[in-house]
């Protein structure tokens, strides 16, 4: 169970770390402070100077040959293994738009892997290549308004058979990157049999994001935030026409296709978030030992060094668990490493969030304005705690996994 | 030690529930939609809907006799006791513009009593009496970039005597309200005998916002908001005058003002957190008891009725320990109640942020959403946590009133 | 709401609070280290010492006014409230035999409770005026080895009736007190109709501790410990035989006097629990002001002035919960106490266990060993979380209280 | 970094596990039982059947290989490394006697290591050739009673040089192993120049137990018991005489070879708590899987699955770490390991205790009695947090190397 840097990784991890920080960072802020001036007035439309910088950007990245990491095991990506991409998502997870820059982003990491799984050599041409060149963008459409999203088989978008495939109606919302206008493509869970067994009531379909009948309501907040460009966005679908060679993988097999989806996307965002923690850590670490108070550095005040300590365990504790997820998928296949992932995926937000917490609370003000970042942390870290299942969901997960060690009954 | 609610104060407590929720709750949201919409697309400026709807409800508010309750013992307010006040501030804690409308709002509460207790008859006539009326708002000034002002002996900003009285060069940031138009007046703490004791630093002024010399930089934001029209701004102080007459209480007796100020802004914060986590677990419940997932209410999947549980017995103590709190001041004056303030202070807004955080938790997406008054309450419920001191300078307190018990020595 | 001390009680917990400390603690390591030297070896034959420590408490006691505290409003005892008696209740927790030397131990005055309120004249005569008079003690006979007896209605020790009577069968454990030779009376609940609803099923009978059939199998170790000579006994019944007249209150009703019985003993453990945590935080303080480590005080070091905040905040607020549940007994009656009971149960002993264990951490090796108090503190308090109840169970209670708020069905 | 089982240690693990299951366990309560049953009364010396239970188990382990773990890279021992060890640690942790059974035991295994690397050849041929035998047992005679020996250069037990050597005075307390008549040589740690600096203060030596002068004050209790026969003594050291040759690696170096020992000792702690985790674990589960309460099994009532969710992510994630700490040691050396090897040290313990907390809980009164391993665990990991330096100071440590990252100061 090597969980360790191999060579290979530990020099992409060097390139990727620097590019981040000299490369990225710098246009991060000015991304962002783009949001709202395209001159038509819509946040969700990028500025020509956005489109510049993810251009250039991504030009880089792909140059200096880091691009794809986390397309594992495949003559399209860098065959890296999950372990090795772990190193590289945490640094990735650092600043915002860094994701992205290395087409490494969600949701479009989830669904290259559904194209490339999943779909038709048509799917595979038209979608999968111009996602893997970062040409265009795409979401992932699963989470209903008038449900508990938890349980996926409550999902209740109606998709009726017809002569000339399926038609869809009903509300999807939290669509994450629906906003952007690059986003050219959803996969879409429906419900295609809703007598079935509760497994096999779903479909999935391959839509292009401009078919009529597909409204975009409002984007969704997140803790006030549109999150303009990418935006989650509630969207109605009034009989909108799918293909018949739109379906994937085969009717009723939607809930195989979303599962097998998850796993990776799941634990990718928990990389991330080991990175994030580091990242407060070291702004803590700086904060405290630089400003004083009542005639003493900050980090000889109080409790300090026991929280520093504390998030230092954590952070590490976090990161070798997502390590043997990940080592698990790499070795026994998302199926078997299911209940690790559950695991990591409660434990790697929570931590991120006290960790980045903490190192709000020791710069006072200043940790939740805009002269940190860790303010945006911690809200959209704590979005993790739901997406992609919520906590409870998991934690219910791997107590099965462990009662089954002792029981023949179904758990 | 009666901590319980006065006859008085039930029907106080009742009229108050009902006009927040009946009158103000539905006009908050408009109110808040309204933000951005003035002609001039300054965010600072409030719309005309915005002054009709405060004019109104305050206008109603009066009528009612719900006016000035935070104005303890005195002609000129309710004469409550601080412990009556809590059960009604509680109530105003739900609704965002609820404080203000029953003129019960900070940081202006904290202003009056420092013009009531230390300002001359002047200040009274000018400043007083339109902050009674609800005419005019004010901001407390004191807080500086460039310092830790969790130590107030830090605090910066020169002020220079002159034949004239005083000049005033620096910055200060976090002024929260500065940017309401209607902010009329400043309590400013500056550094006027940098070499005298480190509690005789310092002084306190009264100064006009419309003062020559006073620049506003920009709002800081609070989890990336800048929370218009109110606001917390950065402010730069360049040769501002402040005439002789408007310095309070006496050269370098800034310190013993401050604290006079804010043993009773720190407790009222701490009131309505305690609103705020009510209404948190109401809409847990609510929630909980209404949705369903894997053929079951959500209320009876995981650990719902435990963390329902921890959160009641929580939010229980919290209030006890803020009704002590509150009969220290009503019985012992504030300097005795000091270390009581401090425990409250620490444990209303850690105790609100766990109930809100369990109750978005069982929302998902909707409880960071929009939808419901959960996020916000959680982002701002977290400022409280360094505003007015942080968590770590209170323990401090706290712990220092306790080896006092033990030993001779100063601690 | 007066939950402070009344003059009457000022007074009498000072009294106590000196005999405690002056008298009584002085006594208890002697008592204790007695345990064992009786002639027979039998570790729970009191020694002729053991008598005479606690007569001779007892006497010194009784003569001083210091005597059935607990027995609120009543002409046999004080009269005092169950709030008076909270601070009384909490001085008796300090020291290990305290309570027994005030007449408040347990389980004694639940029992003589049970004979106060539902007991014949002829039970009056035979058991309740010895107990009121300390000269003998009692144990409730209620848990059993086979059943989770967290659910009452689980109870199976089978009592058939007969011609003369009923006839008992059977098996119960962790039977408090029924080491003790002076232990003279059981009151036992046993089930008489398997068939009832299940709160209908049993039925609570008295029997005199020499009754032939009862066999004491062994001691329950408690930590280790035999708690001799007070003991937690596993009993074998067989075919014992009670007379009709000791069938308390009627049958089909032990549901019901077990129910009055439970809440002021639940609440008792909780004051004692209170004291001890008080006791150790003082443990706490003195240790880590008078011992260096790095040329520092301890106090001064690590996050030690953080933990004594958080204990002293921990301890003001299970203190004001116990008042006010103590203060819902006294106003409203048992029944409707119950929710708050049910928290302070939960909150107090998990509280005092971290009091405790900061406590003993703070002495080193020294902490948990027989040179303080604190680690017979700590797994004593421990056992708390589940007698009367395990947390789980009251935690359901409060949480069931909340939810019935927002609901019409029973839940 | 590779942290899995090999081939090697997967077939070792599986002998230990069984052995220990299936020899050891059924005779570890037999062994306690016999405790104090020796002819003369004293609960330190062993009875004959105790003496047999040992010497047949110790046979039987060393028949089959199973002999000597710890010692890694070495001739002597399997030549494991640390890593391996860990595997098989956790399983030895399991029950009571079994470390000892495999010559793995504390305060053993450290006491080799430092004949093994600092001891004369007299000292290896002496001590070290029965020890590694598992013929004699030894003691590590550091703790002293009036200082905070978590600062060890705080200890203050005279070593006066003469011309015959060394004379000793002074007492020493927790000195475990001490009661053991078994126990034939110490390794003592004495202050030979308190003038020097604070690291060169101390020397370390070796002393055959029975040398005349050392005196048996006391057995220190641990929550009340006091180990027999193994026990933690109070010793007084009256004029003891020492060799001149059995001073250990030099005048002023017993720091040095203080903080040489310590690492391995602190580890292997850790792994056995781990392994009693896993116990503790298992039992709640099977526990909960079988009992029911309210018509449910005690599994699917409360937040059971949640509780042990957490438990597994707990165990998994501490053992994660402890792997990477004994990797570190194995790669990097002690020292360099010793920031990783403070954090599994604050860790494991805490994570244990949590654990088995919850499955005493679950098991209701079972859970503190003689039935379950549980208390006994409880209290016996209790211990650990301040064995071996409490956490405050492993804590300490953490923090240190942290900021060194960012700090040219020493720190």
Partial sequence: MDLGMTPRVKELAAKVRQMVSEEIEPLDAEFEAEVGKHPSGDRFQLTDRQLEI????KAS???KGLWNFWLTDSDKGQGLSTVEYAYLAEEMGKVGIAAEVFNCG???TGNMEVFERYGSPAHKERWLKPLLNGEIRSAYVMTEPGVASSDATNIALEARETAEGWVLNGEKYWISGAGDPRCAVYIIMAQTDPEAHKHARHSMFVLPADTPGIEILRPMHVFGHDDAPHGHMHLR????HVAPEDLILGRGRGFEVAQGRLGPGRIHHCMRAIGQAEKALELFCKRAMTREAFKKKIVDLGANYDIIANCRMEIEMARLLCLKAAWMMDTQGTR???PWISQIKVVAPLMAL???DEAMQVHGGTGISQDTPLAAMWTKIRTLRFADGPDAVHRRQVARA???KYSNEKI
């Avoid at 679908?237 to 909108?240: L, Q």
């Fill in 54 to 57: 993810l251009d250039t950007l």
């Fill in 61 to 63: 990245a792909r140059a």
């Fill in 106 to 108: 969600a949701p479009d």
């Fill in 237 to 240: 679908f009034t009989n909108v």
């Fill in 336 to 338: 078997v490493a299911q």
């Fill in 354 to 356: 006290k960790v980045v």
């Fill in 402 to 404: 462990e009662l089954r």
